[in-house]
């Protein structure tokens, strides 16, 4: 089954020529990694990390996963954890709703749970702010991604990691509350959907 519509509506705009050599070099490792993968049949795990697990971990978990959908690479299970939990912040949730994902909230405590579907036949990403080491994620053989520097500088081990790789991501919390919030929330969303589109189409299946 494909992607729903608007996804695909969306993924139609990506210009992968908008990202810059040095950041082709930053994106390179993950590359590699999941091609190792691919080749020995393996499955691929991937552990997006942020301090908080609130924001850039979830937007790159969800849009890795919809991209290893896209371009039909097997047996991809993305997650995202934090040096701390929190929430993930509502913001992101309505981001990837106005994208075209169908999400709802299937618990609304101080962190609340979400379904995010990106098609109609597929298992939806469960979203909620945990601990990378949380019994949700998986504990070996998983490549550790960092999407933030202080995560990056605050872990120095991950324990079960088979890999470790570092791709920030500029936060938009910092205009949380202003009137430019959405706006920087779709910013980093496509530009997140845009390199994770780059990476999963550089594997050679």
């Known amino acids: 089954m494909p992607l729903y519509t608007n996804i695909q509506h969306f993924i139609s705009l990506i210009d992968i020529t908008s990202i810059s050599e040095e950041r082709k070099q930053i994106l390179q490792p993950l590359i590699d990694y999941i091609q190792e993968k691919v080749n020995l049949k393996k499955e691929i795990r991937l552990n997006f990390i942020c301090t908080h697990n609130s924001r850039r971990s979830h937007l790159a978990q969800v849009w890795a996963q919809t991209m290893a959908y896209y371009f039909k690479i097997e047996n991809v299970f993305c997650y995202s954890?934090?040096?701390?939990e929190t929430a993930l912040f509502f913001m992101v949730a309505e981001t990837l709703k106005n994208t075209g994902f169908k999400v709802k909230t299937l618990s609304k405590e101080n962190n609340p749970i979400y379904s995010i579907k990106y098609a109609e036949n597929e298992y939806p990403i469960i979203g909620f702010s945990k601990k990378l080491d949380?019994?949700?994620?998986?504990?070996?053989?998983?490549?550790a991604i960092m999407t933030c520097d202080q995560a990056d500088e605050g872990c120095p081990f991950i324990a079960g990691t088979k890999k470790r790789v570092s791709i920030t991501f500029k936060d938009p919390k910092v205009?949380?509350?202003?009137?430019?919030?959405?706006?920087?929330y779709e910013e980093r969303s496509?530009?997140?959907?845009?390199?994770?589109?780059?990476?999963?189409?550089?594997?050679?299946?």
């Open 81 to 84: 954890g934090g040096t701390q």
């Open 134 to 143: 949380d019994d949700f994620n998986p504990k070996s053989e998983f490549c």
């Open 175 to 184: 205009f949380d509350n202003t009137p430019q919030q959405t706006q920087k």
């Open 190 to 205: 496509f530009q997140i959907a845009t390199e994770m589109f780059y990476i999963f189409s550089k594997i050679e299946l």
